[in-house]
């Protein structure tokens, strides 16, 4: 849900467009991982053998700062002001970790390869120079895009509004209903028991001078003592009536 930013305060960014940017980069930045970022031929006791590494093997923090960019995303969606400024630090933070990593990996991608080679063959050593596919370098790039954003973030937030609650209960108890007063008392919104109506004649069960035959005074406690159990009261206790 995206919420306007305030005049004058931050970046005319929205929160739904920063959050969303986030988690889009975060995203690519995982799928990037997964694929194959270095290739090198081992040699084995039969034959020599394909080694492909992929960016999970060869740089974990990747992967890492992915997730920790998903979960700051989380903390700037739903987040106020310094929770959404605080959110985008640790973006901006793990997005350059995430390039700065992959520059390192780039600068000796031999190393991972020579590692991993020792794990399938027992010998430190590559049959070969290793040849690098084009994903670290676009994880590189994506990396810094996602520190970007999370500069945006950090100077947009002071202009967001806190998102409240969608769906709030009010903690005050609903009044209960109107209950018809005997006795001649007014009703809840009808005319006066016993009064005269608006024509000037009497109502049903009114007598000369104000008053209301018994029998009609017993059937408006029945009717309230019919609304009582209906509400799940006890019509016999004092406090029902």
Known sequence: MSVPTRRGAGLPVRRGTAVLAVVVGSALVLLLAAMTWVRADVRTVLASSELA??????????????L??????????IGGRWAATVGGVAIA??????????????????????DAAAEMTGVAALDGAATL????????????LL?????VVVLAAPGWARVGRRFERDASPAPAPGRAVAAGGPA????????????????????????????????????????????GEDPSTPEAR
């Open 188 to 231: 809840a919104g009808g005319p006066t028991a016993g009064g005269p109506t608006a024509g000037g004649a009497p109502t049903d069960g009114a007598v000369a001078g104000g008053g209301t035959r018994p029998e009609v005074t017993e059937r408006v406690q029945a009717m309230d003592d019919w609304d009582a159990l209906g509400r």
């Open 53 to 66: 590494l992929s960016g999970t093997d060869a740089v974990p923090a990747v992967v890492g700062a992915s």
């Open 147 to 151: 520190a970007l954003t999370g500069v």
């Open 133 to 144: 596919t084009p994903w670290p370098y676009a994880t590189v790039a994506v990396g810094v």
């Open 93 to 114: 933070g793990v997005g350059a970790l995430a390039a700065g990593a992959t520059v390192a990996f780039l600068t000796d991608p031999e190393a991972p390869a020579l």
């Open 68 to 77: 920790a960019a998903a979960a700051a995303a989380l903390a700037v969606a």
